[in-house]
């Protein structure tokens, strides 16, 4: 019961100090909303970037050509290779009748081009589209294939697949590094600000030693108080995520310059994204006062 006492009592003093030092304390709620601003934004970044890449990595597939004239037994004998394969997720079998009116439905030329071929004259070719379970591994993959005897061609965009990847992979290690970087700023910025705050208040904490309040009692309050900071200084870069993220989804449709990059769903994300820019907010707040006051203060 104690215990309950004290940490009300430091609830009730943490939210009477944010106020009696309001000059103070609105300086500690700009610098963690501006920073959580940033980070929410690096957050939804990486997040997004993340999502990229993965939709692409489904989408990428290996394209393997069988020799013109191969038996049913030929093609059998493929199947089984390429089922054996270990980074092998899935594969589809297409005839080349098959690819032919696929190709017919997508195009008004094909369609003219390709309306007098019957099977005999068809100069496409059977395919098998492959999909990987590690697109790191999908050029081994793609020669593994290639050595399969009537396999013709083997295509998955050599080049730029493998380009594309590592791009994505290291727009996504730098969002985030960019949002550990910001939230290590903001708890030295916050330590600073708060630096002041206690300075201030030293004769205050001076008197509560005189009287032997311990360590805890006087570092609770502190502590507390830099959540509360953290907590409304969390407010406008949450309301910029729920609202912002949202509009911005909707004004482009759910993709990004093309349907290639599609964007996350609003929710849950939203909502999940938020949580954690509070959680930030609470958490670099409380350590930043706990910080000033140890490093600081030597309580």
Known sequence: MKLFRMLGRSIRDAFKSVFRNFSLSLASISCITITLIIVSLSILASFNVE????????????VVFVENGASSDTISEIDKKIKKMDNVDSYVFKGKEQVKEEMQKESDIFNTIMADWDQENNPLKDTFQVKVKKVEKI????????????????????????????AFKSIE???????????????????????????????????????????????????????????????????????????????????????????????????????????????????????????????
Not at 51 to 62: G, R
């Open 139 to 166: 050029s081994d993959t793609a020669e593994e294939i290639k050595k399969i005897e009537n396999v013709a061609v083997v295509r998955y965009g050599e080049g730029m697949v493998d380009q594309m990847v590592t």
């Open 51 to 62: 999502n990229f890449t993965k939709e692409i990595e489904k989408d990428m597939t290996i």
């Open 173 to 299: 290690k730098v969002a985030y590094g960019v949002v550990i970087a910001l939230i290590v700023v903001t708890v030295f910025l916050i330590i600073n600000t708060i630096k002041l705050t206690i300075f201030s208040r030293k004769r205050e904490i001076s008197i509560m030693r005189l009287v032997g309040a311990s360590n805890f009692t006087i570092k609770t309050p502190f502590i507390i108080e830099g959540m509360v900071l953290g907590l409304i200084g969390a407010i406008l870069p949450v309301c910029l995520v729920l609202f912002g993220y949202l509009a911005f989804y909707n004004h482009f449709d759910g993709y990004l310059f093309s349907k290639v990059i599609q964007l996350i769903t609003p929710e849950p994300f939203i909502y999940l994204v938020s949580l954690m820019v509070i959680g930030i907010g609470m958490l670099v707040g409380m350590i930043g006062s706990a910080s000033a006051v140890r490093k600081y203060l030597k309580v």
